[in-house]
């Protein structure tokens, strides 16, 4: 398994501004994920962050909005920006073990008023 | 392509009586599948996963669940429900590689004494 630690755990923004969240694993692992769980819905996959290049991003989601940093095998960072408050949901990161069970970090609850 | 349906969004159960929550899958690959639950104001945990091994799959907290390839199904199943498992439950489907997880819309459990 994998522990994962988000911070912020939770941020009220005003709309317009940018928000970083920071994810951090106990162990290096290759694959960590984004997602985003807006109120009452399922999980969407934001994107694949990739240590040393660029992250992959899914259809409806922009590098411009929501990029991401994965500077180690260890750590990322997913900002929200140019908040509105379509933006307000829970994000979670996400890592795959060498066992292929994927993990969830606690999820940071963003409110955009 | 992969996508999962879970069939029912709330499920309603008395303590102590069978859970069955119902999920049908879709993968143009060789799938795993997964469940994970999610308790209020909780992270996701992993219940269990089918990776193509043994088609019954056994997890955590008693609940197991069966691979039927010919039904493509992955229904959830615990043979006494208790008050606790009280959450909110996600079918998950992986594959073609890259470890990129489809969510289904989620089954809220309800336990009443």
């Known amino acids: 398994s994998a522990v994962i630690s988000q911070k912020p755990s939770r941020d009220i923004c005003q709309r317009g501004t940018s928000l970083t969240i920071q994810c951090q694993v106990d162990s290096q692992v290759t694959m960590m994920f984004w997602y985003r769980q807006q109120p009452g819905q399922s999980l969407t996959l934001i994107a694949t962050?990739?240590?040393?290049?660029?992250?992959?991003?899914e259809s409806g989601f922009v590098i411009d909005k929501f990029p991401i940093s994965r500077p180690n095998l260890t750590f990322s960072t997913l900002t929200v920006s140019n908040m509105s408050p379509e933006d307000s949901s829970i994000y979670l990161c996400s890592v795959v073990t060498s066992g292929y069970e994927q993990y969830f970090g606690p999820g940071t609850r963003l409110t955009v008023t | 392509a992969q996508s999962v349906t879970q069939l029912d969004s709330h499920v309603s159960v008395s303590e102590g009586t069978p859970v069955l929550l119902r999920c049908n899958y879709s993968s143009s690959y060789s799938p795993s599948l997964f469940w994970y639950v999610q308790h209020p104001n909780k992270g996701l945990q992993l219940l269990l996963k089918y990776t193509s091994a043994a088609t019954l799959v056994k997890g955590i907290n008693g609940f197991e669940a069966e691979f039927k390839k010919s039904e493509t199904s992955f229904h959830l199943t615990k043979p006494s429900a208790h008050m606790s498992d009280a959450a909110e439950y996600f079918c998950?489907?992986?594959?073609?590689?890259?470890?990129?997880?489809?969510f289904g819309t989620g089954t809220q459990l309800k336990v009443e004494l």
């Open positions: 998950v489907v992986s594959g073609g590689g890259g470890n990129k997880l489809t």
């Open positions: 962050a990739n240590q040393g290049s660029e992250a992959t991003y």
